[in-house]
């Protein structure tokens, strides 16, 4: 069985415990790979590597580091159907949105920060009448730990890696135990691409102690981290004290709002999507639906028409609309979810069940006897005629809930929404504004005035009109109250790695 090894000082090492953690295939259930089970020691070598390589990443120029970064692209696209199936695999994700989304979005995160650290320039102020000059430096922070969470692996694992490391800074990253896959094949890609030793070292294992290890260390200066609310408490509680800049992308609870001037068919089809892409395991999906009362009728009978249609399948297959939920943990908590929905006084429209096992598109033969090579070779993948076991569950829809229960005001992180009638701009305002969290929201309607006025009043980072997921990397990205701190994205990435330090120059 393939072990998933650390990347430490430019090599693929063993965990200094000796030990490994089961990795699950989703789908079946079944245990197919095994991960490094790192603690403090691995942390600590790897902080050594990203700080040994330090003065000199961090001197070499823009323009050799896009090329290198550039060289990691044509890597990932060559292998962009590995990896996808990789990720599928891992994740339980459809490898339709593997292929279409999640690697892509790999590729775009190193294009865009590979060319934008040559566009980055200093300001200088010329201080007129005191006779000097002043002009301030961007520098890269140091050694950074950057970690990531399981629903989007490798997107979100580079969207961070890719931007640190091209400010000049070194990075110690740790992808989720529950889907390491991409982020060991990053590791050999990198490789394979030169990155120079010590640049990126990445260390697997479990948050509470590989994770916390980054977080801890003096030596890191900075630490950018995707996940959930509880985490960044906890991140926060023990960074802050330190005094290490943090960005902390966190959880939501996104409301989706419908108003009955929309464009009706568009909106029904993106609302499918911004509900069950990845199984709702998307942090910008919509799970709180209010629909205007006039529309909410024919929109709750199509609706339900069109999530009782999706197809729950084999990830491997191409047609498979909903896969596998990442993991046994998460599936219960989906789980316990729904019944609460029940409790409180819900009432399921359509879904609302552990799913039968879907029928397996066959699968790739096991390729594990290439295990510690480095390059392109092939990841484990199920066996054809496996069974999927594994963690499926129907696409819910439930309605009759007010919009301040449980159900509607903590984060489920899956296939399950609930919709709402609603009367009035002002009161869908406050349903919508009611929850701790702020990460996104969507808003339809033909309206524009309404359409700026909603949006000026929403409480979240990001808010779409007639749109959902359409994402430009130049613009700010993250959430308000709850759902975090710091903005990646754009300039602000490289913003986050650097340090300004002006200097006064007296003529
Ligand atoms: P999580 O917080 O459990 O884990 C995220 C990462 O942190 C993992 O790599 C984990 O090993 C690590 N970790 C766990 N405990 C740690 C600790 N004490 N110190 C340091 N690291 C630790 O989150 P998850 O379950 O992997 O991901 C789901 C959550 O992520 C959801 O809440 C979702 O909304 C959120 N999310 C947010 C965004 C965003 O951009 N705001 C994007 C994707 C996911």
């Not at 989304?101 to 934008?116: E, G, L, Q």
């Not at 985490?231 to 800049?245: L, Q």
């Not at 819900?346 to 069940?353: A, D, E, K, N």
Request: hydrophobic content about 40%; some cysteine; glycine content about 8%.
């Amino acid at each position: 069985m393939l072990n998933i090894e650390n990347y430490i000082g430019g090599e693929l090492v063993r965990p200094a415990s000796g030990e490994y953690l089961d990795n699950f295939d989703p789908s079946t259930g079944e245990v197919y790979s095994l991960i490094a089970d790192s603690d403090d020691r691995d942390v600590h070598l790897a902080v050594e590597a990203a700080t040994a390589a330090f003065p000199a990443w961090s001197s070499t120029s823009a323009e050799a580091r896009h090329d290198i970064l550039m060289r990691l692209v044509a890597l990932i696209e060559r292998d962009l159907e590995t990896l996808a199936l990789a990720e599928s695999v891992d994740q339980g994700k459809p490898v339709s949105l593997a292929r279409a989304v999640d690697i892509p979005r790999a590729v775009a995160n190193f294009k865009f920060y590979a060319t934008a650290a040559m566009h980055t320039a200093n300001e200088s102020h010329d201080s007129i009448g005191q006779n000097a000059i002043n002009y301030t430096l961007r520098q890269p922070v140091g050694v950074v730990g950057c970690i990531s969470p399981w629903n989007l692996p490798l997107y979100l694992f580079t969207w961070k890696i890719a931007p640190a490391i091209a400010a000049g800074c070194t990075v110690v990253a740790k992808p989720s135990e529950v889907t390491p896959m991409t982020a060991y094949l990053l590791s050999r890609l990198c490789i394979e691409a030169g990155l120079p030793a010590g640049v990126l070292n990445i260390v697997h294992g479990l948050g509470p102690k590989v994770g916390s290890a980054i977080v801890a260390h003096k030596d890191v200066k900075a630490i950018s981290f995707t996940g959930g609310t509880k985490t960044g408490e906890e991140i926060a509680r023990v960074a802050a004290p330190m005094f290490k800049k943090l960005s902390l992308e966190l959880g939501g609870k996104n409301p989706n709002i419908i108003f009955a001037d929309c464009n009706y068919e568009e909106m029904l089809a993106t609302t499918v999507r911004s509900s069950f892409s990845n199984q709702g395991e998307i942090c910008l999906c919509g799970s709180r639906i209010f629909v205007e009362r006039p529309l909410y009728d024919r929109f709750k009978s199509d609706f339900v028409a069109q999530v009782s249609a999706l197809k729950i399948g084999d990830p491997l297959d191409p047609d498979t609309d909903v896969g596998a939920i990442a993991s046994q943990q998460h599936f219960d908590k989906i789980m316990s979810y729904i019944d609460l929905a029940k409790a409180e006084g819900g009432t399921i429209l359509t879904g609302g069940h552990k799913s039968e096992p879907p029928a397996s598109a066959g699968g790739r033969e096991h390729s594990a006897s290439d295990a510690d090579s480095q390059g392109s070779a092939e990841p484990p993948a199920r066996a054809g005629g496996s069974d999927l076991n594994g963690w499926f569950i129907e696409p819910t829809v439930i309605e009759g809930l007010p919009h301040d229960c449980r159900t509607n005001q903590e984060e489920i992180f899956g296939p399950v929404v609930t919709i709402m009638p609603f009367d009035t701009e002002n009161e869908v305002l406050t349903y919508a504004n009611s929850v701790r969290y702020g990460l996104s929201a969507t808003v339809w309607t033909e309206n524009l005035s309404r359409a700026h006025r909603m949006a000026a009043k929403l409480e979240s980072g990001i808010v779409w009109i007639n749109c959902w997921l359409l994402r430009d990397l130049r613009t700010p990205f993250g959430g308000v109250k709850d759902s975090g701190v710091g903005r990646e994205g754009g300039f602000e990435a490289l913003r986050f790695f650097t340090e300004e330090k002006n200097v006064c120059v007296k003529l």
